[in-house]
């Protein structure tokens, strides 16, 4: 396939295949018909006979070339097979174009300090787990880092102080970045607020921009609540101290977060169970829904 592809991949043997597409040509006329030197056309015949692109025979003082279909239909195959990867409904590609949708978006209403704060997301899952391994799941780093990162991120490097006034650190690298020579894609820091063990998380975190300022800081409140299934986990995320630079961030977090939390559900699930996934609402600014209300406390 390399061979082939090397050897299509010149404009003037690209040419050559589009006139030997026609019919069969002799050397000459194919050199009178890309407007190039006989030598030159020779060599690039040849180039495309050792790819397997062409056949030749000799007819009289003439050598007539021929197109040989076999290796481009294999070619279109295999790029069909690509185009069909990419293309996978809900696939990575599909996500890839929902950010940069909602990036120009976001870039858009960017217009100035705290552009988007007090904007809110609010994320629901059911969980096939008690809330003691849920619990487990938010606040022991070895399987915090199993799932808090977006599908394409892994973490690099992970602090989760579960208790109040505890630390949070978290660095993210691609996640095919094994050896840490790219560059680092994100950090955040912050800080653990209310701790109700089996009930209630809460923290601040923040994304930071590149030259160290924060980008915003996140609210987060976990709500777990004992269901027929095993565990209901609602997340509310209230955004506040949004620099400017930030909506490349914003943008983001519906996808990301949910990304985050589908892992989250496997991973408990593979420990207890199945779960099902319920849908992620995006909430206006100064929503009147109270978390709070909901849980009891």
Known sequence: MDDLLTALADPARWRLVTLLAERPRPVGVL????GARQPQTTKHLQTLERAGIVTSQRNGQRRIYALRSAPLRELADALGRLADTADTAGGPQETYERYGLSVDA???AARGV??????????ERS??????LVWRHLTETALLARWWAPDDLRIAELVF??????????????????DGSDTVAGRAEGVVEVVRRDERLTYRHSPLL??????FTAHVDMVLRPSDAGTDLAVRWRIADSAVESA???????????QSLDKLAAGVASGG????????VEQGKQDEQDIDSRSGT
């Open 161 to 178: 102080e579960a208790w109040p006034g505890g630390r949070i650190v978290q660095e993210y690298r691609d996640v095919d970045d094994r």
């Open 114 to 123: 705290g552009w988007a704060d007090d904007r809110s997301f609010l994320f």
């Open 273 to 280: 169970g199945g779960g099902r996934v319920v849908e992620v």
């Open 106 to 108: 976001e870039r858009l």
């Open 127 to 132: 969980l096939s787990a008690p809330p003691a």
């Open 210 to 215: 590149p030259d160290g300022r924060v980008a």
């Open 248 to 258: 490349d961030f914003i943008a983001g977090i519906e996808i990301g977060f949910g």
């Open 31 to 34: 050199a009178q018909l890309a």
